[in-house]
Every structure is written in C-alpha cells, then in structure tokens.
C-alpha cells in the first residue's frame, strides 16, 4: 500500500481495497500514532512510518487490513491456516474479495482451496493481525485457525538420525559417532513424512572499480543441491528426528541394501512403512511445495565470501545468496504433526 503526498504527509486515499481500487478517507477518519503522531489511513494496524501498533479505538473493524509483510526466519509468525473448504464454492465477488485481503490472486486462492488439506493462506507478525485476517475469511464462510510459530516449534530444528537398528519390536535411532541413540517401539512411530530439500547456492565476484562505482562481475557460479529427506514423528509428541538421503548408514537394511544413495532410501522408508503399519504417511509436501510459498517462501540468505585475490595489490570480492526450502518443509511437517496430534486428542 502506498499513500504519500509530495511533502511526505499522509494522504487520504488507500489503494489496498479489493480489486485494486482506491478509497479515499476524511481528515477526521485518518488514525493519529501515539508513538510518533503521524496521521495513518484507518485501513491501518500498524503505523506507515515508525511501525507502531496504531490505537483501534474509535474506527470499525471492517476499515482495517493487513500489513502482510514478508517476515524475517528468526522473527516469530502466526500462521491463518485453511483448516477446509467451504461446503460450497466462493461466489466470484466473495473470492475475489478475499484474495485482495491476502493480497492474493485469485487463482491463488482457488487452487489452496481446491489443495483438498490444511494450508498455510497467511503468516502474520502478530495475532492480532492474525485474528483480523480469520475473522474476515469466517465472514465468507472459510474455516480456519491461527497457529504459531511457537507451536510448530520453528525454533527447535529436528535431530537427524546417522543409522537404524530395525528390530521385531523396536525401532533403534542412532545420532552420531558418540554412540547416543534411543528407541521407539513400532505402535509408537505415528507419523511419517517425506519431501524434498532443495537449495541453490549463487556465487558472485566482484571487481571493485577505483572511484567507488558498482564493480564489475569477473566470475559466477551456481550450485544446486536436490535430496530426499523423511521426518519421523512418535505417538508421544515432539520434535521428531530427521533421515536425510545423503549422510546415513544404511546398513540396517542388509542384504538389501544397494549401491545407490536414493535407492537405499526408497527401500528404507518401505521397511519402516512395513514395521509401523499404523503409521500415518504423508507424501504431500511435493504437490503442496508452489501453494506453500505464498505464505511460507524459501528462506533466503546473503552472506559475504570473503576477498580473493586477482593480481598483487588487487582484491575481488564475493558475494553469496543460498535460497532453501528447508525451513518451509520442517513447517509442513510439523503442521501435519501438529493436525495428527490434535485429531488424535479428539478421539480419545
């Protein structure tokens, strides 16, 4: 949204209204900051100049939008999750009324609704903000239900598992070279689910110019990593533990196992399916990965490569950028975990 006079005053129009049009506000309706008593649309929660919850005393619900900005991986989200379809189809003017409140296209919005399992529409800053987007979704008949990155346990990434011991009873979990390991009997493995990490690492050198300009690019390198990975999750609850394809002894499977990385774990993932029959799998994240990128994009980070020498006296410097989904796919994962947790709660 953008409403700015030539003298840097607030002006009086909002262009965040559905389908793109402006509306235009009284000087008596625009929202004074209390931290820095610049004038905001009502439209507003936040203030357009030093970010400061506005007061909503004083103006209706129905004025007010979300920011939605793109939040930075350590700040702590609360997601609006599609909980299920409507029993029946948006009318035209509904859904493109709700698109424009998540500052989506509509055919975005068709295709989560139509995805057939809980996703992510939103990822707000606060709950607040979180709670305005549910409630005006309810109005047109979308079920949904805030959770936060607090409870999906963002912050505490999975324990990968180096090896297994696959016994009649139990599943053995061994960590690393220390010997720590633990065990889980089989009723209790409760959900598993596979996906995909993917990242792409771009390397850029620079020759700085002497006179401060932008420097010249000398060199560029891309690099793409792509394997498979499997969340395990036990009855009990947790953060579960994590088998990636590359880096894991696959010697439990003995006589079966083979030469080929991704193999092994095919046939990996099949002994346990076989061992934990009761096991929810859950392969989705494949279909769901372009759905889950409007509220939870792949992460991406810019870091610096250093100096590197071209000729005596004269240094390039480096720059990297690494974009990977796998912040995305521990938040998928631990959704369904979370939704199986929560239906399991129900039924007892």
Not at 22 to 36: D, G, K, N
């Amino acid at each position: 949204m953008s409403w700015a006079d030539d003298d840097g005053r607030a002006s009086l129009t909002d262009r965040s209204g559905a389908g793109g049009g402006v509306r235009r506000f009284a000087a008596e309706e625009m929202v004074a900051c209390e931290a820095c008593s610049r004038s905001n649309p009502p439209t507003r929660m936040h203030c357009l100049y030093c970010g400061a919850a506005l007061p909503a005393a004083g103006r209706g619900a129905e004025h007010l939008r979300p920011t939605l900005r793109r939040l930075e991986e350590w700040e702590g989200g609360h997601n609006v999750i599609l909980g299920a379809a409507p029993a029946r189809p948006l009318a035209p003017e509904a859904a493109a009324e709700c698109a424009a409140f998540l500052k989506l296209e509509t055919e975005q919005l068709s295709a989560l609704l139509a995805f057939g399992a809980a996703l992510p529409l939103a990822r707000a800053a606060s709950t607040e903000e979180a709670r305005l987007i549910a409630g005006r979704l309810a109005a047109h008949g979308l079920r949904t239900f805030v959770l936060g990155d607090a409870e999906l346990r963002t912050d505490e990434p999975p324990r990968r598992a180096r090896s297994f011991g696959l016994t009649g009873d139990a599943l053995t979990v061994h960590f690393g070279a220390g010997g720590e390991h633990a065990g889980w009997a089989w009723a209790d493995v409760s959900l598993l689910v596979a996906g995909r990490l993917v990242s792409r690492r771009v390397e850029v050198e620079e020759r700085q110019s002497r006179f401060g300009s932008r420097g010249e690019v000398v060199d560029a390198r891309e690099l793409a990593a792509d394997e498979a990975v499997l969340d395990i999750y036990p009855r009990a609850g947790g953060t579960g533990l994590r088998v990636l394809a590359s880096g894991f002894d696959y010697s439990c499977l003995g006589a079966g196992k083979g030469l080929v990385a991704g193999e092994n774990f095919a046939a990996l993932v099949r002994a346990l399916r076989e061992r934990a029959p009761h096991a929810e799998f859950d392969e989705g994240y494949a279909r769901a990965r372009h759905l889950l990128s409007i509220a939870w994009p792949p992460s991406e980070r810019n870091e610096s490569g250093g100096l590197r020498r071209d000729r005596p006296g004269r240094f390039n410097t480096e720059a990297v950028t690494v974009v990977s989904n796998e912040a995305q796919f521990t938040r998928y994962s631990r959704l369904r975990h979370y939704l199986a947790q929560r239906g399991r709660t129900r039924a007892t």
